[in-house]
């Protein structure tokens, strides 16, 4: 399949055929070195990144494209989003001008653009996002938007199926404590992928974390950490602030930090950064059971897949 957009976990028609593909990319990184030979790839970043900033940009760099990066948020003019707005504000330039010109420069343009985790109704309209996808005249990536975080959730998906011995793992989303409020992109995406996966997929939150249950549909979700994490093979820790009261820490449960004690023999995963210690003890990290580095490493060959499916398409 060939692909237009790659915006969420929604745009992959076949979970399994697509880890198999990038598992196939990860065995000979270069063989399609030639496949993205003078197009370029233009990052914009409104928020701050290590792994999606290095894993595109080699995943890029493995195809022959040549990456350009931008930090859209302080060295770039200030974009007007709305229409129709007398722009004598702190904006410079509209979307309209910007997508469009950015469009002359790169075959492909990543964006990555947080929520504001104040506003639901304008962060569940993904108006950055679509706006570029509007304005844009080339193939959009979603580097993590205010509802999802597609790139990490194929990421994730493939580093359960390489690390599985059994035909069908237990897998466990477990909220985990942080100091501050965090977005629902990556627990989003991570569920999206594991209900198109054949795992039996559970999800752990205190009461008032709820995800969206648009999201959460009919996966089943425990108020109890420890009867959650029950026979668990995997154990995907995130923070994620309150969907119900919007943005929210309405508590900090420190108890539901993830120790070596509760997870036992169970592989641990985060998509990093992870705050040590708040959201997960040393003792598992430092441990052999967990697969951050790993997950980190995959990112390059799941963004490898997406950008080839682009370039056989345009
Ligand atoms: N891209 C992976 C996670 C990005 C972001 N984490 C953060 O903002 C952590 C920041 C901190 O720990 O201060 C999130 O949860 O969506
Ligand atoms: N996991 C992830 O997306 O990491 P960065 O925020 O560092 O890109």
Redesign the pocket.
Known sequence: MSLKNYTSINDIDHIETWIQEALMIKSNPLKNNELGKNKTLGLLFFN??????LSTQKAALNLGMNPIVMNVSGDAWGIEFEDGTVMNGSTAEHIKEAAAVVSQYCDVIAVRAFPSLTDKIKDESEHILKSFIKYASVPLVNM?SSTS?PL?GLTDAITIKENTTKKRPKVVLSWAPHVKALPHAVANSFTNAMQKMDVEFVIANPKGYNLNPEIVKDTLVYHDQKEAFKNADFVYAKNWSSYEDYGKVVKTDLDWMITKDKIGAAKFMH???VRRNVVVEDAVLDSENALVTEQANNRTFAAQLVLKKILENV
Not at 48 to 53: D, K, M, V
């Open positions: 701050s990144s290590l792994r999606t900033r993590e975080h990490q998509c990093l950064p």
